[in-house]
């Protein structure tokens, strides 16, 4: 039962760990497309 529990805490810290560097990534993705944008304009 515990090492269950140490499994679901590991995949859970994973899955937190993608979440954060997708979201970076669109958040930097955006912003670069703002800046082109606004550069231009």
Not at 5 to 31: M, P, R
Request: hydrophobic share 50%.
């Amino acid at each position: 039962m515990d090492q269950q529990h140490k499994q679901e805490d590991t995949a859970l810290k994973g899955t937190l760990v993608s979440v954060l560097l997708l979201g970076g990534f669109l958040i930097l993705t955006w912003v670069g497309v703002f800046a082109i944008f606004v550069s231009r304009g």
